[in-house]
């Protein structure tokens, strides 16, 4: 691999090149950017290569300490003409790692066509590369709309990623109820549930909060029906 003299890399000089004091040490870790000594890679002088692979291309360039005025210089410009390139040819700049070229049948990172099911199965990963996934039905919508919807929710999601979020932590569920209810207690959760939400409430509010659920629709035969117990759903006609 070529080295490149001080003169051809002055355009690469970063006296206006501003970086955090924490990217401003050696020993800190620099994507796409790798040391090289002759102990470990014989036939190279002492300096810093730069490699970046995005949508099958490679861009490689190394800068010697000898030729930028020492290893500090040298870091400085490697990081200027990685950032430069990488904003050249549409490449986010960013510690996180970025996958140039889909591998999924709709050409799309992170988007699935499931055939069997009709829906987009988009996944990512946060920050820290825990994974997320979620999916986007074509049944009412379509198609295409469907499509569009689910590449917008997974450019979110790296945009979300890029910018060092983590995911939350689901609740956990809780653990199945076997305390038994008299109606009478029944009716007093959902009056009570109705005053404090100060709405109708519907069988979600009572999924992961005792009485469950199937409480309800057991004792009463039907949701609707415990509601209709308590008076707070009309007889139907």
Not at 188 to 210: G, Q
Request: glycine share 6%; proline share 4%; aromatic share 10%.
């Amino acid at each position: 691999m070529p080295s490149y003299t001080g003169a051809q890399n002055q355009n690469f000089q970063t006296n206006t090149y501003k970086l955090t004091p924490k990217a401003m040490t050696l020993s800190e870790k620099h994507r796409n950017i790798t040391r090289y000594n002759p102990t470990k890679y014989p036939g190279y002088k002492n300096g810093w290569n730069v490699r970046i692979c995005w949508k099958n291309k490679f861009y490689r360039r190394m800068f010697n300490d000898d030729d930028n005025g020492g290893k500090w210089s040298a870091l400085l410009c490697a990081i200027a003409w990685r950032d430069k390139t990488k904003n050249k040819i549409g490449m986010p700049i960013t510690e996180q790692h970025c996958i140039g070229v889909a591998k999924s049948n709709t050409g799309e990172v992170g988007i699935t066509w499931q055939l069997e099911s009709q829906k987009f199965s988009i996944s990512w990963v946060d920050a820290a590369g825990k994974p997320g996934h979620t999916t986007v039905s074509s049944a009412k919508i379509g198609y295409k709309k469907a499509f569009v919807k689910a590449k917008a929710k997974r450019a979110e999601k790296e945009e979300w990623r890029l910018n060092g979020n983590l995911q939350q932590s689901r609740p956990r569920h809780i653990r199945r109820d076997f305390n038994t209810y008299t109606k009478e207690e029944l009716i007093n959760h959902l009056i009570e549930s109705h005053k404090r939400l100060k709405r109708l409430p519907t069988s979600r509010d009572f999924k992961k909060i005792r009485p469950a659920t199937h409480r309800f629709e057991t004792a009463f035969g039907g949701w609707n029906k415990a509601l209709i117990a308590a008076g707070l759903l009309a007889t139907p006609r």
